[in-house]
């Protein structure tokens, strides 16, 4: 915790910074000269997006627009730690669509004496592939909204790769709403189910996630702090975890996402934290 307050007093320190460097003194806030207007290009709206639960693309995603990820947690279980890398590249092919291709990573050590019989297997979890489709972008209302399709090939563990290959099957479409308050303020709701699908029993397991987040963008800067709220109801049981979070510019286009993680109601799990690195290589 001691790290995300050094992080968060830098953070507010090196917002007059930005605020200096700026030539144009009426404009609100810098990050508007990106979306400024552009005959050329469609309506965009800036939103401050979650960093945990990521989107596919910005909402609004403009043609040529691309992002790597990558990404570093640990959770603090009961009987294990468990601790996750990712890999994720996204880009927009066209005007309003953003696609994304994910490899998550996850490893586990005893804790407590715990034998390793009663650890998971290491494993990549899934290959992940997404779409994600801005159906509404009005500027005046500061209002974006998007509906996506992720799907997730499960794979066996480490121990078992290739026995079977492909295990299973997610399907998770989901809707995405997404409002600016004023010129700092943000609010967004990520929902939609996950449909699991395990090919050796053929049997089926639904779970619905509700997942919001409200942040506040420093001015003049891509910088902020904000929450997620990650809720999932499985079969009458509820899960919510708290993740406070903030992003960093370190240069003009390469940010780090810090997110912490409480789980308010979930019976195996402690705390966690998680580490997300943000490059947006240029494009025309």
Same mark, same amino acid.
């Given at each position: ?22 030539? *144009? /003194? ?5 990050l ?14 800036l ?39 990712l /890999? ?16 998550p990573f ?29 159906f509404?972008?009005?500027e ?9 399709y ?21 399907? *998770? ?15 967004l ?8 699908? *395990? ?6 397991h ?12 420093i001015?003049?800067?891509r ?8 809720k999932?109801?499985?079969?009458g049981?509820f ?20 997110v ?25």
């Open positions: 915790m001691k790290i995300i307050k050094y992080l968060m007093l830098i953070l507010i320190l090196a917002s007059p910074a930005y605020s200096i460097a700026q030539t *144009n /003194i009426t404009e609100k806030d810098s508007f000269i990106v979306q400024k207007d552009d005959s050329k290009k469609p309506a965009k709206v939103h401050a997006e979650p960093l945990y639960i990521d989107l596919i693309r910005d909402l609004g995603a403009r043609k040529g627009e691309k992002e790597w990820n990558l990404g570093l947690g640990l959770t603090d279980n009961l009987s294990f730690d468990s601790y996750e890398a /890999i994720e590249y996204e880009w927009a092919p066209m005007d309003r669509l953003g696609l994304e291709v994910e490899l996850t490893f586990y050590t005893p804790i407590n004496g715990t034998a390793k019989a009663l650890v998971p297997s290491n494993q990549l979890n899934s290959i992940k592939v997404a779409a994600q489709w801005s509404f972008v009005n005046r209302a500061k209002t974006s909204m998007a509906l996506g992720i799907n997730e090939f499960e794979l066996s563990d480490f121990k078992n790769f290739g026995d079977p290959f492909i295990k299973g099957n997610v399907y *998770n479409p989901f809707l995405v709403v997404a409002k600016r308050w004023g010129d700092n303020f943000h609010s709701v990520y929902t939609g189910p996950m449909i699991e699908q *395990n090919f050796i029993t053929d049997k089926f639904t779970t619905y996630d509700v997942n919001t987040s409200f942040h506040y963008m001015p003049n800067t910088n902020f702090i904000g929450i997620e709220f990650n999932t109801f499985d079969d049981d899960d919510m975890t708290m993740r406070p979070q903030m992003r960093v510019s370190i240069v003009d286009n390469l940010m780090i996402g810090i912490g993680g409480i789980p308010v109601s979930r019976e195996n799990e402690r705390l966690s934290s998680f580490l997300r690195l943000i490059w947006e290589p240029k494009h025309k």
